[in-house]
């Protein structure tokens, strides 16, 4: 025993040294998606540590799980979800083997971002994902909308609060100044609204119908027949019709999918295609919640003809 001691203690004391009992330890947050981690981020600040599980580069529909994610669920204090069946995919599966009771569905630690957002497409009539829609409770993109950012930062500023009391000064202080932020680049993109107000999009997923509203874009078709349906030849052909007849300037496409169908069909309307990133991280240059905005705006101004 004692010759284990010897052996293992230097080993132990630096980590037990390094870790006073009563030190500030960071709260882990771990999201679907890279925004919901960008936001939480900005509204934790330095009290917390967020990770996503999906890449920005991600079709956030089908993420590969990972052993990897099923460490830093267990480990999570905070779990913050797009909701609407986004993960429902890959993360109730990780879930059951994260074996973390608090981060479950009605846990203290479990964050549906949803969840007082503005959410569209909502089906009038029950929509199952047998039915080949991958949006069956509504359009699950909704954090394409400065407005519901804002709604996410403000229920992760009180649900951080919750969890660690001693930091709400700092998660309050934090909140203000990222809302500030957003006001101001508000005033920023409120040029691009007036210049591009009622232009008509086609967007190759409904990945964009909250973007849509808040920058007055039209959204008139799609690639994807139904959200998580590839474009058949037949809806190709419809598209382009359409396309040609209401003289749509810019197909929009998000960066996981392939050029080729788009780029067919730029080039038999004489349409733009702009690719986007729809998540923070997707593009370098998206390196948070305000700047995901940013370079889309500047990205569709270069396609989007002026007025
Ligand atoms: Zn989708």
Known sequence: MRNALRLVLPLLLPLLLSQPAHAARKLKVVTSLADLA??????????????????????PHFVEPKPSFILKLHEADLLVVAGLELEIGYLPPLLDQARNEAIRPNGRGYLDASVGCDVL????????????????????????????????????????????PEGKATYDKNLAAFEARLTEAEARWAKAIAAWAGTKIVTYHSSWPNFAKYFKLDVVGFLEPKPGIPPSPQHKLELINLMLGKKVPVIVMEVYFDRKDPDFIAAKTGAKVVVLSPSVGGDPAAKDYVALFDLAVATLSKALPGR
């Open 38 to 59: 960008s936001l939480a981020e900005s509204v934790g600040g330095d009290r917390v540590e967020a990770t996503s599980l999906a890449k920005g580069y991600q079709d």
């Open 121 to 164: 497409d909502k089906p009038a009539v029950q929509v199952t994902r047998a039915m080949g829609d991958v949006h069956p409770y509504g359009n699950p993109h909704y954090w394409l909308d400065p407005g519901n950012g804002r709604v996410i930062a403000r229920a992760l500023a009180a649900r951080l609060s919750l969890l660690d």
